[in-house]
């Protein structure tokens, strides 16, 4: 994964939650991936996302460690799911938005984790104040 596209993922997360924070964006871990006929350790960048309050089955502190190989897998769905996606994201990774990232946080954790970000209206108001 790109690391721009990561870091505007973590962008989304810190600034839109409402039930779980990004712990650590930077630890790099060993992992087991089972490949046909063999098992490979690699180490890679592991998202670690916490719950700061509880959410449904989830209790206050539950944790998640989501490894970067599991996120491509989530982008690389997601880009065949949603062609505008696929578009968008080619162009620069500014372009990912925070419901991208929620369905990306799903399907990289299987379904397990519903971030549910927040983002907030931009408020307009109906008449200019100095009129």
């Given at each position: 994964m790109r690391?721009?596209?990561?870091?505007?993922m973590v962008f989304w997360i810190d600034a839109h939650r409402t039930w779980i924070e990004v712990v650590d964006d930077n630890l790099y871990k060993e992992h087991i991936i089972v490949r046909h006929d063999r098992t490979d350790y690699?180490?890679?960048?592991?998202?670690?996302?916490?719950?700061?309050?509880?959410?449904?089955?989830?209790?206050?502190?539950?944790?998640?460690?989501?490894?970067?190989h599991e996120l491509d897998k989530a982008l690389a769905i997601y880009r065949k799911q949603d062609r505008s996606?696929?578009?968008?994201?080619?162009?620069a990774a500014?372009?990912?938005s925070s419901g991208?990232?929620?369905?990306?946080?799903?399907?990289?954790?299987?379904?397990?984790?519903?971030l549910n970000l927040v983002v907030p209206a931009a408020h307009i108001p109906e008449k200019p104040y100095y009129l």
């Open positions: 690391n721009t596209l990561y870091r505007q690699i180490v890679s960048r592991t998202l670690v996302l916490r719950a700061f309050k509880e959410n449904g089955a989830y209790a206050k502190g539950t944790t998640w460690t989501i490894p970067e996606f696929s578009r968008r994201i080619k162009k500014m372009y990912l991208d990232t929620e369905v990306i946080i799903r399907l990289a954790t299987h379904g397990i984790v519903r």
